[in-house]
């Protein structure tokens, strides 16, 4: 790995340009989202805990968890970031292309009403709360993930939400 850097830093090269460029696309539920030609890199949530992906990187197929989806990505010769809220699914990484499929991905400047996502944030803790308390050890591992999902997915929208409107000075 020191090698890597060293040669990276050495280079001066943007780091998508020392490997093979691979495409991203990323699909939600309901429309494609983001489709580049070259990303520098992406930060997600997978099942087995949060997974950077550069270019070049081994081939992969994983679970995604709800979280917040980081991704650098260049037009040309400029470069870009954004950060969305993902829902569970799939990410799928071939030699040539990063393919991430959400049930769910939400932009960070749409993420305006903070009220809401706080209220529904609250009432799926509320949810969960009352659920583990009713079932005791009876409690169905599906219906506690799917929960669970929900309760991932509003606090990432929390986060992210909180730091778009810090960063504008904006609060609705």
């Known amino acids: 790995m020191e090698y890597f850097a060293r040669l990276y830093n050495a280079s001066k090269l943007p780091l998508y340009k020392l490997c ?3 495409k ?4 939600s539920a309901s429309s494609n989202i983001l489709s580049a030609d070259t990303f520098a890199r992406i930060t997600l949530m997978t099942e087995d805990g949060e997974i950077t992906v550069l270019p070049g990187h081994e081939p992969l197929l994983s679970a995604i968890r709800p979280g ?9 010769s400029k470069s870009y970031t ?26 960070d400047d749409t993420l305006t009403d903070m009220e809401y996502i706080d209220t529904q944030k609250k009432e799926a803790e509320e949810l969960m709360k009352v659920y583990k308390e009713e079932h005791g050890a009876a409690i169905d591992p599906k219906k506690l993930i799917e929960m669970e999902y929900e309760l991932l997915k509003y606090t990432a929208m929390h986060h992210l939400g909180k730091k778009f409107h810090e960063n504008t000075g904006s609060r609705k």
């Open 68 to 76: 917040v989806l980081f991704v650098e990505y260049y037009v040309g």
């Open 24 to 27: 991203l696309i990323i699909i």
């Open 82 to 107: 954004a950060e969305y809220v993902t829902g569970g699914w799939v990410l799928n990484i071939s030699p040539e292309v990063c393919t991430i499929l959400a049930d769910v991905v939400v932009a």
């Open 20 to 22: 093979s460029p691979m």
